[in-house]
């Protein structure tokens, strides 16, 4: 029999891990696949359906194979290298799925406002609003299965990689689990909505920014590990780079399991963007900051931390080639 041998980084993945051994769902596969009503029908075209929901423990096993399995084909070939971006994509197909259905969920839901709005108590809208509540109720039950399909495929290629899956856009989360990743756009609405907490985490907000070029791991983990230990409660906001600085940090963050939101850049604003981003950063009024050398975007933001008097370490290429630590930067 083949076995699959896997890098364990968290407690939660322990127990994915024993719950596989065991032929036994996790938790959060047991949830999401439990029936939660009776006629499943996801369109109005759609015949109503009573079959059951696919077993948990079988799709568990087979979301963490197709990811797993398809690094173990490629390893040692010549095409080994494209085995992280074939994965990437299978993550990405189960989110944009996710998505799909989630939108999906979202218009139903208003159909069935607006029916209850308009109810005269007749037979026939009141059946038209229990087909719509039926629908908005299968599509919610379709959309948590499949992002936890998403959320377990993406552990699957951080284990397999070691860096985390992102989506290009939008944010990583299910009603299932504790955010990952929060888009800033969504985390702003739901800051002025009042959305759910899943793309609004709660507490203390630390800002990070570096340059795409850096090889010291160690001095950006331990010092994220010593602001963690102080504040078990933080939230990491980051500039959301794919590579250097960022790309460490937000490792560091699906590791640690610590909410990260991503400030991505506004194309719309031009040369602006960075500095906009910057502003926004700062805005959240941080708790503390970390900011390493790279561009005249980290300097901008180290002066407007300054600025502010944000406590905050700086850190420049120079110390991570010397071996020499970063400065602590407190307010007076």
Known sequence: MTRIFRTVRSFPEIADLLALETGQASDRFTQAFTETIDG????????????????????????????????????????ESLAGRIAWGIVYSLHKVAGQLDGEADKAALKVRDLIRDADGSEVLMCELEEAQTICQSLDEARDAVACMRDHAAASY?????RPWSSPRGSLVSSKRTASVVAAQDFLAARREKKTASHSPKGPIVIFSGGQVWEDHDQITSTLDAIRQRIPTMVLATSAQDKGCDAIAASWAARSGTPLIAFTLNRKLGQRAGFARNEQLVALQPVEAVVCEGSGLQSHLARLVRAKGVPAHFFRLADQRSGAAGQRHSAA
């Open 40 to 79: 499943f029908r996801m369109g109005h075209a759609d015949e109503e359906s009573d079959a059951g929901m696919p077993d948990p423990w079988q799709v568990q096993q087979a979301t963490e194979l197709m990811i797993c399995t398809l690094f173990d084909v490629l390893r040692d070939t010549r095409l």
């Open 158 to 162: 951080h284990n397999e990689t070691g």
